[in-house]
């Protein structure tokens, strides 16, 4: 190796620790200037992200799987809070709760059925009978379904009006939500993997939209668009009202010279970041034993030529379905420590924009097919996701200041707070000329 190539070997290996060290500088200056507080409000959400692109940049990264529906994965693993750790509402299996389980598993009978006949049937007779039995099965479901779901609706609507949950603790909720996911995406991967990558895009993209719809219109399951509230803590982290009434906490809050309230939103907050780190750092140092073993190897050579692996006895679409499963999991429990950390399923909030797209850009500025790179773009754009909001009304106060008065600087300064969107593509637009392979390339 030439004395240049040892040079640019040590500076791949250094860049990483800087850039770290670096996103730490940004933040200790936001907790500076906006107090910490803000700074780990962001950092919280920002490690989740990084989860949630690490989902997504091994199926991107390891596999080349274009999927345009990590918001349906994070949607799905957002609904096991709600069910896994949410009290029961009283009355409601009684009302009609066991009615809408009966009418789920004639649902799975009648797909299962409708399988078989179109697997055993000849040609000129499945489609007939698999029609028949799927139209007699959807009749049949609705007649056992909607009264079930009326029932279970009317009970208190306005606070409740849907089943509950299982009242376990909201830990367990989280491999849960990355099972739902799971199992999501085995489904959608056994119908949709065989598809050429652009397919794939669309529909893994019309999947996610699905699902999300069903979120926002099945009350019974989740209260659709009234949203569950007051979804259970880990048992570990306080509730911030029981930490200003203690005594002893308002003592070692006087010693640091911190207001109780401020220091109990704090110290909750830093509970959080540390147990979410520790996820985050499991799940890095999986993937990068995943990364490194023959399984991995295996998968970065089918991303860089299919026609080559199958011809060497392996099972592309196998593999591509075991590796979609896994990051969709991973999606998926990211989108439970989501709503744990907020406290509720907002059906509503979820959108492309936010849970497709930017863990896309997260994935692009770190590196795809770097793991550290995933962790590296979560943390950075969604950082600067939130702080372009902020910047844009006093970015765009600065840029007009000697602009005359009209309708031409109004519109400017009331479209500040869109200045979010403008920075996302700004800083792609960046990264894709002076690093197109990330700020962490793969190595």
């Known amino acids: 190796m030439s004395s240049r190539q040892a040079d640019a070997a040590a500076g791949g290996k250094l860049r990483t620790p800087i850039l770290f060290l670096a996103l730490l500088a940004l933040f200790a200056i936001e907790a500076a200037t906006s107090g910490w507080n803000a700074a780990l409000v962001i950092l919280n959400m920002g490690v989740i992200s990084a989860i949630m692109a690490l989902g997504l940049n091994l199926q991107w990264g390891y596999a080349g799987l274009f999927n345009a529906g990590t918001m349906g994965f994070i949607a799905l693993g957002g609904v096991a809070p709600v069910l896994i750790s949410m009290p029961a509402t009283q009355g409601a299996m009684s009302a009609g709760g066991w009615r809408i389980l009966l009418a789920l598993a004639i649902a799975i009978a009648v797909l299962a059925i409708a399988v078989q006949l179109w697997k055993r049937l000849r040609k000129g007779l499945r489609g007939l009978a698999t029609c028949l039995v799927l139209v007699i099965g959807f009749f049949l479901f609705r007649g056992v379904f909607d009264p079930g779901v009326s029932a279970v609706e009317a009970i208190n609507p306005s606070a409740q009006g849907y089943l509950g949950g299982l009242g376990l603790p909201v830990l367990l909720a989280w491999p849960v939500g990355a099972l739902f996911a799971a199992l999501a995406a085995w489904a959608i991967g056994k119908a949709a993997l065989g598809l050429r990558s652009d397919y794939l895009a669309i529909a893994t993209l019309g999947i996610a939209e699905i699902i999300v719809a069903m979120l926002k219109n099945e009350n019974w399951l989740d209260r659709g668009v009234m949203n569950v509230n007051g979804i259970p803590r880990p048992f570990f982290i306080p509730r911030e009202i029981d930490l200003q009434a203690s005594g002893e906490f308002v003592a070692h809050a006087a010693q640091f010279g911190m207001d109780p309230v401020l220091a109990s939103t704090v110290f909750v907050k830093l509970l959080y970041l540390v147990l979410f780190s520790v996820v985050l750092v499991v799940f890095v140092i999986a993937a990068q034993l995943a990364l490194h073993s023959p399984w991995g190897r295996m998968m970065r050579a089918i991303r860089e030529n299919e026609v080559a692996a199958a011809a060497m006895g392996k099972n592309v679409t196998k593999r591509h379905l075991q590796i979609f499963i896994i990051g969709s999991a991973i999606c998926g429990f990211a989108g439970a420590m989501m709503v744990t950390l907020d406290g509720q399923l907002t059906p509503a909030t979820y959108n492309p924009l936010r849970f497709t797209f930017l863990i896309m850009v997260m994935v692009i500025l770190g590196g795809s097919g770097n793991n550290w790179g995933a962790v590296l773009g979560g943390i950075l754009v969604w950082f600067l996701w939130i702080k372009a909001e902020a910047w844009g009304p006093d970015l765009l106060q600065l840029l007009t200041?000697?602009?005359?008065?009209?309708?031409?600087?109004?519109?400017?300064?009331?479209?500040?707070?869109?200045?979010?969107?403008?920075?996302?593509?700004?800083?792609?637009?960046?990264v894709l000329r002076f690093a197109p392979r990330g700020l962490l390339p793969e190595r």
């Open 401 to 430: 200041a000697g602009m005359a008065p009209g309708a031409l600087k109004d519109h400017l300064l009331e479209s500040a707070a869109q200045m979010r969107y403008l920075a996302m593509g700004l800083v792609l637009l960046l």
